[in-house]
C-alpha cells in the first residue's frame, strides 16, 4: 500500500485596513481576517505586533507570534496601522493687559488635556500690533505642540490700559 500524506492547509491571513490610534494612548488589539476558515474548533494562538515607534506616522503591522499550528500554512499580508495627532485646545489668558507705555507681557494660555510625558511647547503667542489704548486679539503666533498634537486656538482680548500718571 501507498502511504497517504496530510499536508498542512495553506491559509491568508490579512492584517484589518484602517487601524488607527491617538498619539499618546494604548495600541488597539490588532484585528485580522483569515481566509479559507480554520477547520472545525482549530484557533489561532498569539498576536499580531507592528512596527515600533509612538509618534504620529505609519507603521506595518506584522505577523508577530500569530500562528494556527503545524497544520497551516500562513500567507501574511501586512497593512498599515496609523498614529494620529492628539487634538488639544490651548485657550490665551483673558485676564492679561498693560499699562500704555510699558512692555508687554509673555502672553500665558491654558491647555486641555495635558501634553503627553515630556513634550513640550515651543514659540510664543503673539498679539495684533499696535501701542494705543485699548484691545488687542491675542493670536496663535509661533506656539507649537509639534507634529503629534493638533492645535484648536481660542483666543482672546490683551488690553492696553490707561496710564495712572
Given amino acids: 500500500g501507498a502511504n497517504f500524506t496530510i499536508t498542512a492547509k495553506p491559509i491568508i491571513v490579512t492584517a484589518d485596513a484602517s ?3 491617538v498619539y499618546g494612548t ?6 485580522y481576517t483569515v481566509s479559507p476558515s480554520l477547520v472545525g474548533s482549530d484557533a489561532f494562538t498569539g498576536t ?9 506616522g505609519t507603521y506595518a503591522i506584522g505577523q508577530g ?8 500554512t500562513i500567507a501574511y499580508v501586512s497593512k498599515d496601522f496609523a498614529i494620529t495627532a492628539k487634538p ?4 490665551a489668558d483673558a485676564s492679561q493687559n498693560k499699562v500704555y507705555g510699558t512692555t508687554d507681557p509673555v502672553f500665558a494660555y491654558t491647555v486641555s ?3 503627553i510625558g515630556g513634550d513640550a511647547f515651543t514659540g510664543t503667542l503673539t498679539r495684533v500690533a499696535g501701542e494705543n489704548i485699548g484691545n488687542y486679539a491675542v493670536n ?25 500718571i
Fill in 65 to 72: 507570534s500569530l500562528s494556527a499550528g503545524s497544520n497551516y
Fill in 113 to 115: 488635556p495635558s501634553l
Fill in 140 to 164: 496663535q503666533g509661533s506656539l507649537s505642540a509639534g507634529s503629534n498634537y493638533t492645535i484648536s486656538y481660542a483666543s482672546a482680548n490683551f488690553t492696553i490700559n490707561v496710564s495712572s
Fill in 19 to 21: 487601524q488607527t490610534k
Fill in 48 to 56: 499580531l505586533t507592528r512596527t515600533a515607534g509612538e509618534n504620529t
Fill in 26 to 31: 494604548t495600541d488597539p488589539v490588532f484585528t
Fill in 88 to 91: 488639544i485646545t490651548v485657550t
